[in-house]
T-cell receptor, first 115, second 115 residues
Framework: DTAVSQTPKYLVTQMGNDKSIKCEQN?????MYWYKQDSKKFLKIMFS???????INETVPNRFSPKSPDKAHLNLHINSLELGDSAVYFC??????????????FGEGSWLTVV | AQKVTQAQTEISVVEKEDVTLDCVYE???????LFWYKQPPSGELVFLIR??????QNEISGRYSWNFQKSTSSFNFTITASQVVDSAVYFC????????????FGKGITLSVRP
């Protein structure tokens, strides 16, 4: 079983559309994240949730709205997609948010292309 | 602020050569954690190692070894007898303990191992 799984893996959509990426972890972790990898492969955190509560929001446009229905799931909804949103989005999880036991495990990534 | 510098952008070696990937970090924290992740051509992010700032012992895992030196703020990664399957982008990352711990990544090093 994949520890952190996200769907879809590939998504091609037109500008202006709304799309969602789903993520689930079966590690029993309390904390989940969304990271974005741009075209130059630079990785940067977008959001972090701990036990369903938002704890990190890194100056991400309001068009991006994460939702955590329970601590095993963290979904990412993107409204009014723009060309610049094209990237790879990685979901990740860790045992907690404190960093002390904070090895972060990543999903396989979701390749979003906006045309 | 935390910063991770991976000055090498691309490295190309012939199979069986040894190769060292450099990582230099900046932090004002006395407690912090260092990581290496591998991103193979298939795209997923694979956790390789986590090192606590209090533990300066070098680590060896098969053909992989890591050299952590606080005096030079470096956490270098050496692959011995490289193989084609080692071809990937390698990321060094840094985090600190705290309520909102997150990973700060370097820009990554693309390693190509030629047969």
């Amino acid at each position: 079983d994949t520890a952190v799984s996200q769907t879809p893996k590939y998504l091609v959509t037109q500008m202006g559309n709304d799309k969602s990426i789903k993520c689930e972890q079966n590690l029993g972790h309390d904390t989940m994240y969304w990271y974005k990898q741009d075209s130059k492969k630079f990785l940067k955190i977008m959001f972090s949730y701990n036990n369903k509560e938002l704890i990190i929001n890194e100056t991400v446009p309001n068009r991006f709205s994460p939702k955590s229905p329970d601590k095993a799931h963290l979904n990412l909804h993107i409204n009014s997609l723009e060309l610049g949103d094209s990237a790879v989005y990685f979901c990740a999880s860790s045992q907690d948010s404190t960093g002390v036991r904070n090895t972060i495990y990543f999903g396989e990534g979701s390749w979003l292309t906006v045309v | 602020a935390q910063k991770v510098t991976q000055a090498q952008t691309e490295i190309s070696v012939v199979e069986k050569e040894d190769v060292t990937l450099d990582c230099v970090y900046e932090t004002r924290d006395t407690t912090y954690y260092l990581f290496w992740y591998k991103q193979p051509p298939s795209g997923e992010l694979v956790f390789l190692i986590r090192r606590n700032s209090f533990d300066e012992q070098n680590e060896i895992s098969g053909r992989y070894s890591w050299n952590f030196q606080k005096s030079t703020s470096s956490f270098n990664f050496t692959i011995t007898a490289s193989q084609v399957v080692d071809s990937a982008v390698y990321f060094c990352a840094l985090s600190k303990p705290g309520a909102n711990s997150k990973l700060t990544f370097g820009k990554g090093i693309t390693l190509s191992v030629r047969p």
